[in-house]
Nanobody
Framework: QVQLAESGGGLVQPGGSLRLSCAASGSIFRIDVMGWYRQAPGKEREVVAALTNSGSTNYADSVKGRFTISRDNAKNTVYLQMNSLKPEDTAVYYC???????????????WGQGTQVTVSS
């Protein structure tokens, strides 16, 4: 199996910064895509940023220029650097990885447990 462990959420004032981390462990052969999603109260989960193993990135329009996704392949870890945070960024943030497991032909999506980010003065 594969497990994702997130860290780095918290309370921050508007204009502040936070860095989220998500580390994958388990029977991993390859990680094709790493991404971050968020879900605010009463809203559907939405993609925030994604990064493929070829280096292609994709960001939601609402975070372009403020958030940066990166990865450390040796550690099977994805990061989300969030700058210039706004109250509307308040949500539970989930990491997602598309993983090819060892000794199988399966490629599956795995999710972290979620970490709360609150932007408030």
């Amino acid at each position: 199996q594969v497990q994702l462990a997130e860290s780095g959420g918290g309370l921050v004032q508007p204009g502040g910064s936070l860095r989220l981390s998500c580390a994958a462990s388990g029977s991993i052969f390859r990680i094709d895509v790493m991404g971050w999603y968020r879900q605010a109260p009463g809203k559907e989960r939405e993609v925030v940023a994604a990064l493929t193993n070829s280096g292609s990135t994709n960001y939601a329009d609402s975070v372009k220029g403020r958030f940066t996704i990166s990865r450390d392949n040796a550690k099977n870890t994805v990061y989300l650097q969030m700058n210039s945070l706004k109250p509307e960024d308040t949500a539970v943030y989930y990491c997602n990885m598309r993983v090819a497991r060892r000794f199988t032909t399966n490629v599956n999506d795995y999710w972290g447990q979620g970490t709360q980010v609150t932007v408030s003065s």
